[in-house]
């Protein structure tokens, strides 16, 4: 009962950041940039994670042995009725070519629109609950009567690499127009949330954007259209699942084979926009090549790396990522038939000694590894040909290349940290057919401060100070504190209600680019904290803040009430015309009391130093009666009542 309390609060809060925003409240920003107009003409924007968007068919497909078929606009991501009676059509329709990233013949599917197509990807009774992934911003939109032209989803096809995108389905026009209708409807700027990959979907789209429109008018259309970019959970230098999907399949919980989830991934071409790749290297300035005439390049080099890289270990992450044995056969012995796979067992593979290789994220990203395994292995020639031709030879730019700061006023990076992750693997012959021609002997993750084996045993490599958050590195996720300047101001609070006393707070922090950021805070035993690192000083009129929330899982977060709460005081923060400071002043932030009651009423007040107090009060009566209003009071018409009073 506790926890479902613990949603209502969730859900209450959130949307009073986005009732404050759409309430009216002029917002002036103190360096002297103005958003002209008031919060209620904000827009959201939300762009989807990886496998986030239900995908639906476009043909029709006869299914022998069942009675259900796939007809235009049913369900293919995710179906798990038909995945489980149909599976090789469900595969059918699924299924990309590896090469030219075309529909299987006999079945194609496309990305489903609107709200709709992020919320649950397989809607019921069970199955429902398990696939939410934004149904909750949605139904807080819903309880605070938020307009429904004021929040926007951009589902797109995740299965393609981004050049794809916009061949196909020319994404990232839309995207613009989605921006500019936005603002042509609601008369302001909008706020991007991106989650997982949705990110690097948003990066894409600035660098396509920048050789869309003219050069003098980026920034322009930049500050006209986009008031505030929250990162949530990017894998800012890619993540290890990537290659392992590539090399022995994730199912993501799916009733399918490990094989069968690694064809699917390895027919697409998205999959590799996940792959590590090294800080240290960058490829070429594919804007200035545009505007340059389009000279042929003489340097045929991929990357071009500092000498750090070649200086350091592990292209800067904690330890090679990919470890793998390569057989003393190749060609077809390596990856045997059914037939011949029990013999190959037997006599080739026991009488050679396998060579171990070991690969670094920038051999990941250039190919070394595909390349040194392609007589080993079916899937690496295609994997090659995607590489280079989807992402290193890209128009754009190469995404496998390290972020730069977006140009964007505000930028929030939010990520969960201190949880077990996966940051190395150990790979052999399995001596079975493709696609199970791999199997994992070895996992190294990274905990605190130390790396550590599937068996428990430490690994020597360069751990971080602290965990990633299950799925993305801490060195991947973290790379956004490299876009805050060398003063930051760093705050550590409890996520628990807290009166304060708990608030750790050190200014000016001293940050040398390409180095963490460490500091020196206590944290009481078993409570979890979120830390604040914030720079509104290095760039002129623009911020840029950092949040690492403790034990908070990657594919969660976006359901986190405790992130909701902060983006909550932020927002009330920012509408408060005589704020004195740039982000809210967590030394200051006291969250007094917090009560359960019969009824089931929440109640507590936070406390801010420029704008009084703000009690809130939430009850979820048995009746469903509302509570009474009172000043500064949004009544929902139905179980949640926010009241807020400033003093």
């Known amino acids: 009962m506790r926890a479902d309390l613990k949603s209502v609060t969730a859900l209450c809060t959130v949307l009073a950041v986005v009732i404050l925003l759409f309430r009216g409240v002029t917002a002036v920003e103190e360096d002297g940039t103005e958003f002209h107009g008031d919060y209620s003409k904000l827009s959201g924007i939300i762009i989807p994670g990886f496998a986030s968007t239900q995908l639906r068919a476009w043909s029709m497909l006869d299914c022998p042995y069942t009675p259900l078929d796939f007809n235009p606009l049913d369900l293919v991501w995710l179906d798990t009725t038909k995945l489980l009676s149909a599976v090789n059509c469900w595969f059918k329709c699924m299924v990309l070519d590896p090469y030219n990233q075309t529909d299987h013949p006999e079945c194609k599917s496309r990305p489903d629109s609107g709200l709709s197509a992020i919320t ?13 992934v934004w149904k909750e911003w949605l139904k807080w939109c819903v309880e605070f009567g938020i307009e429904a032209n004021a929040i926007v989803a951009v589902p797109y096809d995740w299965r393609l690499s981004p050049t794809k995108l916009e061949e196909r389905d020319l994404y990232f026009h839309k995207l613009k127009l989605t921006f500019e209708t936005a603002l042509k409807l609601r008369g302001g700027p909008s706020i991007v949330f991106a989650h997982s990959m949705g990110n690097n979907v948003f990066r894409y789209f600035l660098e396509w954007l920048r050789l869309e429109i003219a050069p003098k008018q980026y920034l322009g259309w930049l500050d006209q259209h986009i008031h505030a970019y929250f990162a949530v959970g990017a ?18 919980g799916l009733p399918i084979s490990e094989g069968t989830a690694r064809l699917l991934s390895n027919s697409f071409a998205s999959s590799l926009w996940l792959m590590p790749f090294s800080k240290n290297c960058k490829g070429d300035n594919t804007f200035w090549k545009h505007f340059s005439g389009g000279a042929a390049k003489k340097d045929k080099r991929v990357y071009h790396c500092t000498e750090e890289e070649y200086e350091s270990q592990y292209s800067g992450w904690p330890t090679n990522i990919i470890n793998i044995e390569i057989p003393s056969t190749n060609s077809s012995d390596a990856y045997p038939s059914v037939t011949e796979a029990v013999q190959a067992n037997m006599t080739n593979m026991e009488c050679g000694l396998p060579t171990l290789l070991s690969f670094t994220a920038r051999e990941l990203a250039d190919g070394s590894l595909f390349e040194a395994i392609k007589d080993y ?19 754009v730019m190469n995404p496998l290349t390290p972020w730069e700061r977006p140009p964007i006023k505000n930028v929030f990076c939010i990520y969960g940290t201190h949880l077990k992750t996966e940051v190395g693997y150990y790979f052999a012959p399995s001596g079975k057919p493709y696609p199970d021609n791999w199997i994992i002997t070895d996992i190294i993750y990274e905990t605190e401060g130390s790396l550590v084996s599937r068996s428990g045993t430490v690994v020597d490599g360069n ?3 602290i965990a990633g958050d299950e ?34 707070v050190e200014l000016d922090v001293e940050h040398e680019h390409g180095s963490d950021i460490i500091v020196n805070m206590t944290k009481a035993p078993r409570v979890k904290y979120i ?7 290095s760039i002129p009129g623009k911020r840029t803040a950092v949040w690492e929330l403790d034990k908070t899982n990657h594919r969660n977060i976006v359901r986190s009430p405790v992130l909701m709460r902060e983006l909550w005081l932020q927002m009330w923060h920012d509408i408060q015309p005589g704020a004195t400071s740039k982000f809210v002043t ?35 009566g048995i009746t469903g009666k509302p509570a009474v209003l009172g000043k500064n009071t949004v009544n929902t018409g139905s179980h949640c009542t926010l009241s807020s009073e400033v003093s």
């Open 120 to 132: 649950e990807l397989d809607p019921g009774y069970i199955t429902g609950p398990l696939s939410t």
């Open 235 to 252: 894998p800012l230098l890619g993540s290890v699942d990537a290659i392992k999907s590539t090399l022995s399949g994730v199912t993501f």
């Open 377 to 395: 292995d079916p899937d690496s020639k295609r994997m090659l040909h995607q590489l280079k031709k989807l992402y290193h030879d890209d128009p």
């Open 463 to 465: 751990a971080g100070p």
């Open 471 to 504: 799925t993305v590195p801490y060195h991947s996720l973290s790379w956004c504190k490299n876009w805050l300047g060398p003063k930051v101001n760093v705050t550590m609070a409890p996520q628990p209600e807290h009166d304060g006393s708990d608030v750790h």
């Open 531 to 537: 830390t604040f690192y914030e720079d509104s000083e």
């Open 586 to 620: 967590k030394g200051n932030t006291n969250i007094i009391g917090y009560s359960i009651a019969f009824g089931f009423e929440h109640k507590y007040r936070v406390s801010q130093p420029n704008a009084g107090h703000l009690e809130m009060r939430i009850a979820t």
